[in-house]
């Protein structure tokens, strides 16, 4: 909300602009729209700014931690030996 009223821009323009409804802009806002990326990305192209995407984290000093690769548990099928099984 606040990238589009520094624009002074009202919902309605925005979404206008966006070719969306005036409805999803309100629903974003107010925190109660399911994220859609290709929505998110029309805003913060017609607002000229990076708006926050749920699920991604911030980006932050990388740590150098330990990799989690090749630590996952098998799912109880085994890849080694004997022919696969039909299903």
Same mark, same amino acid.
């Given at each position: 909300?606040?990238?589009?009223?520094?624009?002074?821009?009202?919902?309605?323009?925005?979404?206008?602009?966006?070719?969306?409804?005036?409805?999803?802009?309100?629903?974003?806002?107010?925190?109660?729209?399911? @994220?859609?990326?290709?929505?998110?990305?029309?805003?913060?192209?017609?607002?000229?700014?990076?708006?926050?995407?749920?699920?991604?984290? @911030?980006?932050?000093?990388?740590?150098?931690?330990?990799?989690?690769?090749?630590?996952?548990?098998?799912?109880?099928?085994?890849?080694?030996?004997?022919?696969?099984?039909?299903?």
């Amino acid at each position: 909300m606040q990238a589009r009223m520094a624009k002074k821009m009202t919902q309605k323009e925005l979404a206008t602009a966006i070719n969306e409804k005036p409805q999803v802009i309100g629903e974003y806002e107010s925190g109660k729209a399911i @994220p859609n990326a290709q929505i998110i990305s029309k805003m913060e192209r017609k607002l000229g700014c990076k708006l926050p995407r749920p699920g991604k984290k @911030p980006a932050g000093p990388k740590s150098g931690g330990a990799s989690k690769t090749g630590s996952a548990k098998p799912s109880g099928r085994s890849t080694v030996g004997g022919p696969a099984k039909r299903r």
